[in-house]
């Protein structure tokens, strides 16, 4: 447990740029643990990875269930993997690497867009994120991927029209392979919809339909920010 504070403690004095509401910089640099507790917008980068197969069943996107520890959203599913953007750091992917224990090549990434995020932490602080979405085509396994306890509880594989479902709350759970810390094996599980982040469901909808629609072949449209979006939190 005293090194999970400790990690937490050195994450509380990274330096993060202060940005407006639709992502342009102030100039303004602060902790994180400032900008939590003041309530700035700052950006972030999140990592979709989409695996060859997930069994039989086809490409598969990776869901990461949030370490037990977590300040925000413990043992909830998120995206494969997340991070916030350091000021002065050169490695673009280095919290994909850190989570997933991979890191993609140029040549496997496709923007996804940009989306606001904002949620009331349990403390009470505030997170106010403009999201970087990245769909990081992975050319590895499951069991390639090497996510490190207590940062990740799990990685769950599902195909992304079931996780459509789930999101749009057509399914209340959908099949899933689960890559758990340091396991030999794979296991079958399921993703249930209650282990969403509440309000994120739209969310991952879009994503998920937008992965449908490129591996489709099929035009898409990225997401944006709303200049004009309020979040109460």
Known sequence: ???????????????????????????????????????????????????PAAGDAGPALVLQQRGPFKASWPNRLDASSAGHLRVGDPDPWRE???????????????????RQSGCRLP????????????LWRCPHHLLDLQPPYPEVGALLAVVPDDLRRLAAGEAQQIPAL???????????????????????????????????RILAGESWSPLEVDPEAAFEV
């Open 96 to 114: 994909a690497e850190e989570e997933l224990g991979r890191r993609p090549d140029a040549g496997e990434v496709l923007p996804l867009g940009r």
């Open 1 to 51: 447990m005293a090194s999970n504070h400790t990690a937490d403690a050195s994450e509380d004095d990274e330096q993060l740029a202060v940005v407006n509401p639709d992502g342009t910089p102030t100039g303004i640099i602060k902790s994180r643990a400032a900008v939590h507790v003041d309530g700035d917008w700052h950006c972030t980068r999140t990592v979709w990875a989409l695996l």
């Open 123 to 134: 403390n009470g602080q505030i997170d106010l994120e403009i999201q970087e979405l990245w």
């Open 178 to 212: 689960v890559r758990r810390p340091g396991a030999p094996r794979l296991e079958a599980g399921c993703a249930a919809g209650r282990e969403l982040i509440p309000g994120e469901e739209p969310y991952i909808r879009q994503v998920s339909e937008i992965t449908l």
